[in-house]
Every structure is written in structure tokens, then in C-alpha cells.
T-cell receptor, first 113, second 113 residues
Framework: NAGVMQNPRHLVRRRGQEARLRCSPM?????VYWYRQLPEEGLKFMVY????????ESGMPKERFSAEFPKEGPSILRIQQVVRGDSAAYFC???????????FGPGTRLTVT | DQQVKQNSPSLSVQEGRISILNCDYT??????FLWYKKYPAEGPTFLIS?????DKNEDGRFTVFLNKSAKHLSLHIVPSQPGDSAVYFC????????????FGQGTRLTINP
């Protein structure tokens, strides 16, 4: 049973470009969560999605950031017009149901130059 | 507002001895607590969890203790092994609303031979 998949593992973008991060949850998992880890800090919750629905986006910055989890395909975290402060590790996690442990992917390390 | 705190950034323990990692929380709505282990350039790996209706949960070498009155939990690893060297994150969630996890800043555990 494959774990949570994230791609790309490393992403370099220039200021002003768009970044698209992808997450495929574990088989049978319908709940997806995105977290961001800044250097020397813990993980910070960004958004919680189920298929075609955003359940909780209280951790998402109000501008430039969006997330989706379509009926088919991976969940996408999209960052428009990236700035240097967006440089971080972005982790996706999935769970089979609400209230179960979350299992994390390997992360995407975004570097904005 | 740091709702989950790990006050020790680092801990060094001799191989074979007990490692004790501590975590404090402030939000009384938290009712589910988890410990994750993280190696560099990898995603967090789930270790063990505990519900607020319990005060202890054990899984092999790992035991988590919860003291609700003190809003404190700890992870005991015994005996400690070199492969346990990693960053350990404490996380908490509340039943109400989405199951987003609130993470502590992490404690870097080093096991010395």
C-alpha cells in the first residue's frame, strides 16, 4: 500500500511565478491536509479538504494561496506570485476518516529566488 | 499564540537509557494527542497517540503519558536506540470542527552510543 505521494520533491521558483504542489493521498483515504514548515519551526496547518470540498481553510493566507481536491486526481496547493517568504517545506497528510491519525508525505521543498 | 509547546529544543541520551520528551498545551479543547518522528528531508512519521479519556498508551518501546490537569504529555522511549535520533513533534487536535493538528516546535533527540 503506497504511502502519501507528493511531487515535486523540490521546486524552485522566481519571485512572481506560480507554484503548484501535488498530493496523492494513501489509497482509501478521502481526507487531505496541507501543512507548512518554515525553517526551525513546527508544522503549521493550512487547509483541510475532502473530495471536491474545502472543510477548513483557517490556516491559509488570505491572498495568493488556494487549494483543491477534485473528484479525480491529486490535491493541488497553488501559490500565485510567489515571494521569498513562501520558501518552506510543504507537507500533505491524509487520513481515512475524520478523527483518525494523519499520515504524511515526504514534502515539497519550495525555494523562491 | 503557541498552543502546543515543546520547551526543550534538544535532548541527548545514552543508548539503552530512557528518553523522555515533554510537551505542554494551553487549549483545554484539545482531546487527542499524537507524537510524530521526523528525519531530515522526510515527512513526519506517526508514532503513537492518546485520547483524553486515557492517561497512558503503550506501543512497544514507546509510551505516552497524559496529565490533563497539568495540560502536559510526555513520550517515553525505552530502551533508546541510535535509530531513534530524530526530531520529535508533539501534536494536538480538538473534536470540534476539522481535525487539524496543532504542532509543537519539535525536540531534536540524539542517542549517543
Amino acid at each position: 500500500n503506497a504511502g502519501v505521494m507528493q511531487n515535486p520533491r523540490h521546486l524552485v521558483r522566481r519571485r512572481g511565478q506560480e507554484a503548484r504542489l501535488r498530493c496523492s493521498p494513501m489509497k482509501g483515504h478521502s481526507h487531505v491536509y496541507w501543512y507548512r514548515q518554515l525553517p526551525e519551526e513546527g508544522l503549521k496547518f493550512m487547509v483541510y479538504l475532502q473530495k471536491e470540498n474545502i472543510i477548513d481553510e483557517s490556516g491559509m493566507p488570505k491572498e495568493r494561496f488556494s487549494a483543491e481536491f477534485p473528484k479525480e486526481g491529486p490535491s493541488i496547493l497553488r501559490i500565485q506570485q510567489v515571494v521569498r517568504g513562501d520558501s518552506a517545506a510543504y507537507f500533505c497528510a491524509s487520513s481515512p476518516q475524520k478523527g483518525y491519525e494523519q499520515y504524511f508525505g515526504p514534502g515539497t521543498r519550495l525555494t523562491v529566488t | 499564540d503557541q498552543q502546543v509547546k515543546q520547551n526543550s529544543p534538544s535532548l541527548s541520551v545514552q543508548e539503552g537509557r530512557i528518553s523522555i520528551l515533554n510537551c505542554d498545551y494551553t487549549n483545554s479543547m484539545f482531546d487527542y494527542f499524537l507524537w510524530y518522528k521526523k528525519y531530515p528531508a522526510e515527512g513526519p512519521t506517526f508514532l503513537i497517540s492518546i485520547s483524553s479519556i486515557k492517561d497512558k498508551n503503550e506501543d512497544g518501546r514507546f509510551t505516552v503519558f497524559l496529565n490533563k490537569s497539568a495540560k502536559h504529555l510526555s513520550l517515553h522511549i525505552v530502551p533508546s536506540q541510535p535509530g531513534d535520533s530524530a526530531v520529535y513533534f508533539c501534536a494536538a487536535s480538538a473534536a470540534q470542527g476539522a481535525q487539524k493538528l496543532v504542532f509543537g516546535q519539535g525536540t531534536r533527540l540524539t542517542i549517543n552510543p
